[in-house]
Each structure stands twice: as C-alpha cells, then as structure tokens.
C-alpha cells in the first residue's frame, strides 16, 4: 500500500464498517518499516513492542472512531506533527 492509498484509506476509514476499519488499519501497520529481529539494540525493540501494542489496540477496539483517532494519530506522528509531551506521544514516542 503506498502513502497515497494509506491517506485515501484514512480519509474513509470513519465511514466504513468496524472489520473493514480493522482490516485497513492493520494492513497500514503493517507496512512500517521495523528493524530486523536481528538488531540486538534497545530502541528497535521497542519500536517493535510499539506497534505490537497499537496492532493490538486496534484488534481491541469496539467503534471506527477509536480506530480512526488512533491511525491519524500515528499518521500525524510520523509524519513530525506530534503533539510533544502529550500522554499519546509519551507512549508511543520513537514508532
């Protein structure tokens, strides 16, 4: 899936049906890069332990909204719109 198609993705993702948004958000989280198993440094861990997390929130979650909230978080993230010091980028700082 290339960025553009992950935008387009998100800008529906609030319309769709809660398993579609699941399916999309998943397929986005699974297109970040991770380091390799191999990487033996501390940061690479936890990059992976963060998105295992959020892969894990999303299978969790009970309405698109919450679906929807996180990924345009994580987009905004990525992209070098955090908001600093909020309790979102304080968890989830260095995906």
């Known amino acids: 899936m290339t960025k553009d198609d992950q935008l387009e993705a ?6 769709l049906p809660l398993n579609q948004a699941k ?13 390799p198993m191999t ?10 332990a963060k998105v295992n997390k959020l892969v ?6 009970n309405s698109t909204v919450q679906v929807c909230s ?5 987009e905004q993230a990525l992209g070098g719109y955090r908001i600093i010091n909020s309790s979102w980028d304080n968890h ?3 995906i």
Do not use: F, H
Request: without cysteine.
């Open 56 to 61: 894990y929130q999303i299978k969790n979650y």
């Open 70 to 74: 996180t990924m345009w978080n994580l």
């Open 39 to 48: 990487d033996s440094r501390l940061s690479s861990t936890k990059k992976r």
């Open 10 to 15: 998100l800008r529906t993702l609030d319309k």
């Open 23 to 35: 399916i999309i958000a998943l397929e986005i989280l699974n297109s970040i890069q991770l380091p």
């Open 92 to 94: 989830y700082k260095g």
